[in-house]
Nanobody, 121 residues
Framework: QVQLVESGGGLVQAGGSLRLSCAAS????????MAWYRQAPGKQREWVAG???????NYRDSVKGRFTISRDDAKNTVYLQMNTLKPEDTAVYSC???????????????WGQGTQVTVSS
């Protein structure tokens, strides 16, 4: 089994910064793509940023230039540095990792439980 645990959420004023972490543990042989999603109250979950095993990154337009996704494969951890936060960034942020448990298994997506980010105006 694989577990993903996020941390780093909290309450911040508009213009401030937060750094989210998501650590994967358990039966892990390798991790392919990793990503962050968010869900605001009353809205559907949306993709925020993704990073490939090779370090390639992509972002939704509304966070480009403000958010940076990175990963530390030695720690099986993905990060989301969020700068110049806006009230509309308020949401529960969740990470997902595409994990292969053993060399012969398929990659499977695992999700964290989420961490709340609240940006006050």
């Amino acid at each position: 089994q694989v577990q993903l645990v996020e941390s780093g959420g909290g309450l911040v004023q508009a213009g401030g910064s937060l750094r989210l972490s998501c650590a994967a543990s358990g039966s892990i042989f390798s991790i392919n793509n990793m990503a962050w999603y968010r869900q605001a109250p009353g809205k559907q979950r949306e993709w925020v940023a993704g990073i490939t095993s090779g370090g390639g990154t992509n972002y939704r337009d509304s966070v480009k230039g403000r958010f940076t996704i990175s990963r530390d494969d030695a720690k099986n951890t993905v990060y989301l540095q969020m700068n110049t936060l806006k009230p509309e960034d308020t949401a529960v942020y969740s990470c997902v990792a595409d994990v292969r448990a053993v060399p012969t298994s398929r990659y499977t997506d695992y999700w964290g439980q989420g961490t709340q980010v609240t940006v006050s105006s």
